[in-house]
């Protein structure tokens, strides 16, 4: 999973919770669990189905199977209690998650993944299909890509596109949400020249003028207040 997958795995998850829709995915390290624990903790419910027994999971992947349970959702295996995993057993699960699912979201799939056989069962299923874009020369997209060319997922570039190709009425995220106001002329120089495309810190110091230290101040009192996110890698962005 790459800052850009993560990132738009989080806001497609964030808007489809907030509409109440159920999500799906199969716990796997990366999107996967990326989708269930934003699920969680945006108070909705999640189906896990595993490409493995029941008791077979990972330290890692118990906790986060029992966190949702406990949140309303559902894990789903087909397999023995007792069966590890092995590169059959996950393209077979595939096929539940795309049965269960009114629409399969492809967020980031290079030309390999495991994603792309969803994709191809749903769409077979006549289930909607959609994928995200990314830049033309990440490896990371090229099967988001080709899914688009032969005209097995329309493209998506909001999560808006998902609710609406479904009829779900679509809510105003974050309603109550005021707009952060600048309060001094720091943190409004920074603000000007953020916006929702990731920048490092050397380029917010090149385009605001302002001396590095006060740029790396300023940005943490913004991230506070919740005007600025901060992506990793010294990446940062508007919310």
């Not at 749903?122 to 688009?148: I, S």
């Not at 120089?189 to 953020?194: F, Q, S, W, Y």
């Not at 990793?232 to 508007?238: P, S």
């Amino acid at each position: 999973m790459s800052g850009y997958g993560k990132r738009v795995a989080q806001e497609f998850t964030r808007a489809l919770v907030q509409a109440q829709i159920m999500t799906v995915s199969g716990l796997a390290r990366g999107i996967d669990s990326l989708v269930a624990e934003e699920t969680i903790q945006g108070k909705g419910k999640t189906v896990a189905v595993l490409g493995q027994g029941l008791l077979t999971l990972s330290s890692e992947s118990k906790i986060l199977a029992d966190r949702i349970l406990d949140a309303g959702g559902v894990i789903l295996s087909e397999f023995p209690l007792g069966m590890n995993a092995d590169i059959f057993t996950f393209p077979l699960r595939n096929r539940i998650i795309a049965g269960l699912s009114l629409a399969t979201v492809v967020l980031e799939a290079p030309e390999s993944s495991g994603a792309l056989i969803t994709a191809k069962l749903a769409f077979d299923y006549g289930r909607e299909v959609f994928a995200v874009p990314g830049q033309m020369f990440d490896l990371n997209f090229v099967g988001c890509h080709a899914l688009v060319k032969k005209n097995q997922a329309r493209l998506c570039t909001s999560p808006r596109d998902v609710l609406t190709e479904l009829g779900v009425i679509v809510p105003e995220l974050d309603p109550d949400r005021v707009q952060y106001v600048a309060q001094n002329t720091e943190e409004e120089k920074l603000l000007t020249v953020l916006s929702t495309m990731p920048q490092p810190v050397d380029d917010l110091v090149a385009r605001s003028g302002l001396p590095s230290g006060m740029v790396g101040a300023t940005l943490t009192v913004l991230e506070l207040n919740g005007a600025v996110r901060n992506l990793g890698a010294g990446q940062w962005v508007r919310a």
